[in-house]
């Protein structure tokens, strides 16, 4: 191949590696429903295997190789292999391997992020690209502040509201945490350079811009471990510039200045101390004007240590399988976890990213890591000794470092997303890239083209190298349009059977390119949808109706059996095989009880301390009109979770069966007594005593239930219904014109209010015994006249 062939394929594989990390910081897809983690991983993915194919299409023609000598590499190798075999040992062998919506954790991510350093290292020995990629970084992190300053002053949703649809969080990094740590490594960046490096005035500008806001965005998300790890080089570049004050260093492009005091050091130093001891004062009143939630929780320290406990006395070496860690969590988790506000949540991640991965890939896993980053920590001590040796302050190694400690450490101590984790892998490669370039890490250059032996052998790996690379893309590629189509089917209102036909259609199409047990999972609930559509839909012909039943019976059994064959550690996979059966039972269908007995217990044994799999029991039982049988399922779950208002009111609806309504009323008044701020379970108290004639209770319980809630428009409405019993009509006139205002063309609303006005007409209040809200919208508060 001609050398500017070669040369051609060398720079497009670079172009796309750097394009590719620039615009992950900042990617998202406008107007379609996917969560940011999987954009940016599909991104991710399918840039480095192109530029991976590109840099091999090269080495082809070009005939060579230069090979490090340095055991960093083979290190680094170790890591994805590790994680290969351990997928073998996984219950379900496709998402060790790919996972379900390239999460960090799985082979193939790992492998991506060898890839990573590999290419580092080799397009990062020239000093011309390394600039490229720090610009690259201050580039982003501008574009995202002016997004998010854009966001929150003026808002994406004025101008187009589904602009901005799958970024749950409001910003482009991912979660509050996300941004945070990504912020806290770019300012510490430009503390660094502020103090260090001299520029021009708009780079000044920039950086200064990058600074301040950072440090604001900082202050409102307050996360101690930013502030530890800003604080901590903050005090570094502190005492490093003090120690060069009286001494003439010589910068970045030969420009020779005298050392000033580092005050942007020490602003950053007291800001850190400070936000660390001020147990969210500030943040907190910021946050009064700023609308900014973040629910980023992990299990603890010690929670997750339990769980790694049992998960290497029962996989010692190579672990459950990567990403796992839900399976683990569900089967393992303590008991106590069900009287926390996080009983319901199966996380897929513990305390931290690489504590994640001891539980999932065992031992080994965890070594092959460990063995890579005190490598790389020992190649940063040797790269420091360089830069110190002389009175040339190297920008670069000591930038390059800071990227390779913070993000590390945030690895170790956090679950970053994507970013930051490339971040790492990043950075390690560049320092590679470094020491080769200063000669302290020695390369070899081998041929494979002059002998016929070598040349054969080495063309066959390429090649087959270059297959997976291609194979891959199109995997992902796959994956992430089986995305599109799931998140598109979730995105259905689902409220008519055209609805769900085109969510089973959606489903059906996810499942083409990607088999995934929650693709199974969702498309037999569509199905049950479906079923009780048609059985309540009383123009159909019987015998139509029982043919129609039978294929969605078979459809829906079916599905739920493919997600279990997926994964068949997942509880959630039998869960909803027990759901579908018990959906079966008031057909009646032959079999369907028994099935989901079967079902609800193989869940149980996956997750034991879940409740929510004793209250569907509970409801099985119920359902086959054993009532002692269902009241047994719901003290267990009670014990299990002795606030467990829904097990609560499915006893509550045993009660009103057996006609016992002044104990269910009881039980519906305890149940508000463990869940004060729950407006459902007032709603549904207030409907309890409006049914049993006590209107002074009702208007008392939904008076609550609008106070919690002012968006809750049954609450409302039903409160208007109490206030018109007991006389209140003005009251309830208030409700019924302002839920009218929302909904302009409801009739039963212009029904309500002309009962009103003309007291002759009369409105037929349904009768509700365990009501689901069934619509929220944005209400004015009502006043009273």
């Not at 811009?209 to 604001?216: A, D, H, M, Y």
């Not at 470092?401 to 970053?416: E, F, R």
């Not at 994964?567 to 079966?584: A, I």
């Amino acid at each position: 191949m001609e050398s500017k062939k070669i040369e051609f394929f060398n720079s497009l594989s670079f172009i796309t590696f750097i394009s590719t990390l620039f615009v992950s910081i900042f990617f998202f897809i406008p107007f379609v429903p996917i969560n940011l983690s999987a954009s940016k991983g599909f991104l991710v993915f399918i840039g480095i295997t192109l530029s991976i194919f590109f840099w091999l299409i090269s080495r082809l023609g070009e005939g060579k190789f230069v090979i490090s000598k340095d055991r960093i590499f083979l290190f680094a190798g170790i890591i994805p292999l590790v994680f290969l075999i351990s997928s073998f040992f996984s219950s379900s062998l496709y998402l060790s391997l790919f996972g379900n919506g390239f999460e960090v954790g799985t082979f193939g991510s790992i492998l991506i992020m060898s890839c990573i350093f590999f290419l580092s290292s080799i397009h990062f020995q020239k000093e011309k690209n390394i600039w490229i990629f720090f610009a690259s970084l201050f580039i982003g992190s501008i574009i995202i502040l002016i997004f998010e300053l854009f966001n929150i002053f003026i808002g994406f949703d004025k101008i187009s509201p589904t602009f901005l649809l799958g970024i749950s969080s409001g910003n482009l990094i991912g979660t509050w945490s996300d941004f945070a740590l990504f912020l806290g490594l770019i300012v510490t960046l430009s503390i660094f350079t502020i103090e260090f490096l001299k520029t021009s005035k708009f780079l000044l500008i920039a950086q200064y811009f990058v600074l301040i806001f950072g440090f604001i965005f900082l202050i409102i998300i307050n996360m101690p471990l930013v502030w530890v790890l800003v604080g901590m080089f903050s005090i570094a570049i502190f005492i490093y510039k003090v120690s060069l004050q009286n001494k003439t260093i010589e910068i970045v492009g030969n420009i020779k200045s005298k050392n000033k005091f580092p005050f942007i050091a020490l602003v950053s130093i007291l800001l850190s101390i400070f936000f660390l001891v001020s147990n969210n004062l500030v943040s907190s009143f910021l946050l009064n004007y700023i609308n900014i939630s973040n629910n980023d929780v992990y299990p603890s320290f010690v929670t997750t240590s339990q769980i790694a406990y049992k998960s290497i006395i029962q996989n010692p070496l190579f672990g459950t399988g990567p990403n796992t860690f839900i399976t683990d969590w569900s089967l393992w988790k303590p008991s106590d976890i069900a009287q926390t506000a996080y009983w319901n949540i199966d996380f897929s991640n513990g305390f931290s990213l690489l504590y994640t991965l001891l539980v999932s890939t065992g031992i080994l896993g965890l070594l092959s890591l460990l063995l890579f980053i005190v490598t790389i920590f020992i190649k940063g001590v040797k790269s420091l000794k360089i830069a110190l040796s002389n009175t040339v302050s190297n920008y670069f190694i000591f930038s390059t470092l800071i990227i390779i400690i913070y993000s590390w450490v945030s690895i170790i101590s956090y679950n970053p997303n994507i970013i930051i984790v490339s971040l790492a892998f990043v950075s390690s490669g560049i320092l590679i890239g470094i020491l080769i370039h200063k000669k302290v890490i020695q390369v070899k250059q081998v041929s494979f083209l002059n002998e016929n032996h070598n040349s054969f052998i080495s063309i066959f790996i390429l090649m087959i190298l270059m297959i997976g690379a291609l194979s891959l893309t199109y995997i992902y590629v796959e994956k992430f349009s089986s995305i599109i189509y799931f998140s598109s089917s979730l995105n259905n209102d689902n409220t008519t059977l055209k609805s769900l036909s085109s969510s089973e259609k959606m489903l059906s199409n996810a499942i083409f390119l990607d088999k995934n047990d929650a693709y199974y999972r969702s498309l037999s609930g569509v199905y049950i949808k479906e079923m009780s559509m048609i059985v309540s839909d009383k123009t159909i012909a019987p015998d139509v109706l029982k043919s129609n039943l039978q294929i969605l019976i078979n459809k829906a059994q079916q599905s739920s059996q493919l997600a279990i064959n997926q994964n068949p550690k997942n509880y959630l996979n039998y869960l909803n095989q027990g759901d579908v059966y018990s959906s079966f039972v008031l057909l009646p269908v032959d079999g369907s009880y028994e099935k989901a007995v079967a079902s609800y217990d193989k869940a149980l044994k996956l997750a034991p301390y879940n409740p929510n799999i004793l209250l569907a029991k509970a409801s099985l039982e119920f359902i086959n009109k054993n009532n002692p049988g269902a009241r047994d399922f719901i003290k267990q779950a009670l014990n299990l979770k002795n606030n467990y208002t829904d097990a609560i009111f499915l006893l509550v609806q045993i009660e009103i069966n057996e006609g016992n309504m002044p104990e269910a009323i009881k039980q519906a008044e305890y149940a508000s007594s463990l869940s004060p701020n729950d407006a459902t379970v007032f709603f549904r108290l207030g409907l309890l005593r409006y049914n049993n004639s006590d209107y002074a209770g009702s208007i008392s319980a939904l008076e609550r239930a609008v106070t919690l809630d002012n968006t809750y428009v049954n609450a409302h409405y039903f409160l208007g219904q109490a206030y018109q019993k007991a006389g209140r009509t003005d009251d309830a006139l208030i409700q019924y014109k302002m839920l009218n205002n929302a909904f302009p063309n409801n009739q039963v609303l212009k029904d309500a209010i002309n009962s009103i006005s003309s007291p002759v007409t009369t409105v037929q209040t349904p009768s509700v015994t365990n009501p689901t809200i069934t619509k929220k919208v944005k209400l004015p508060l009502p006043t009273k006249k």
